[in-house]
Antibody, heavy 121, light 107 residues
Framework: EVRLVESGGGLVQPGGSLRLSCGASGFTLSYHWMTWVRQAPGKGLEWVANINTDGGEKYYGDSVKARFTISRDNAKNSVYLQMSSLSVEDTAVYYC??????????????WGQGTLVTVSS | DIQMTQSPSTLSASVGDTVSITCRASFKISNYLAWYQQKPGKAPKLLIYKASNLESGVPPRFSGSASGTEFTLTISSLQPDDFATYYCQQYHTNSYTFGQGTKLEIK
């Protein structure tokens, strides 16, 4: 069974930083592009970032560009999201997920359960 | 960026009904479109990829179609488990975008 498990969420003050982690089991993460998607409370889904299989290609949504960094450690079967200069607008559940195929142009098939990030003073 | 305009935002229907949800892309996206179902407090679930391909394990009452930049998700013979929120998503570029969502409610 494929499982993606996010961790690292919590309460952070505006301007602060946080690092989210995503561990995979039942799944060889190194074969797949990975993505982060977020959902603010009561709102829709927003794509955050993608990373290719070896970490050499990274893409970001406009609202997080230059503040967030996606990375991966295939040896640890893990993906990360380093978030900095956080604002209240970044408050959301953050989902780690995998792309269905082996390219960067595919649907999102496996999703984690999400981790809540709350930015508040 | 490619914008995805999804409609309606809310849809009321009864068990057994057939309903359709539409997404319109602001540019051609070569059928690189997916549909997801999300229930409260849960992660989204992939239903359809490449506009009309049914994901493994998804009941065949779900179907997708495309016409130019307009995409449609149709759910036939609604079941109680189908009442949820549905999102479209384009992956034509490396800057993904989601539709605003459609909440399917029981009439």
């Amino acid at each position: 069974e494929v499982r993606l498990v996010e961790s690292g969420g919590g309460l952070v003050q505006p301007g602060g930083s946080l690092r989210l982690s995503c561990g995979a089991s039942g799944f060889t993460l190194s074969y797949h592009w990975m993505t982060w998607v977020r959902q603010a409370p009561g709102k829709g889904l927003e794509w955050v970032a993608n990373i290719n299989t070896d970490g050499g290609e990274k893409y970001y949504g406009d609202s997080v560009k230059a503040r967030f960094t996606i990375s991966r450690d295939n040896a640890k079967n893990s993906v990360y999201l380093q978030m900095s200069s956080l604002s209240v607008e970044d408050t959301a559940v953050y989902y780690c997920a995998s792309l269905r195929g082996f390219s960067g142009y595919d649907a999102i098939d496996y999703w984690g359960q999400g981790t809540l990030v709350t930015v508040s003073s | 960026d490619i914008q995805m305009t999804q409609s309606p935002s809310t849809l009321s229907a009864s068990v057994g009904d057939t309903v359709s949800i539409t997404c319109r892309a602001s540019f051609k996206i070569s059928n690189y479109l997916a549909w997801y179902q999300q229930k409260p407090g849960k992660a989204p679930k992939l239903l359809i990829y490449k506009a009309s391909n049914l994901e493994s394990g998804v009941p065949p009452r779900f179907s997708g179609s495309a016409s130019g930049t307009e995409f449609t998700l149709t759910i036939s013979s609604l079941q109680p488990d189908d009442f949820a929120t549905y999102y479209c998503q384009q992956y034509h570029t490396n800057s993904y975008t989601f539709g605003q969502g459609t909440k399917l409610e029981i009439k």
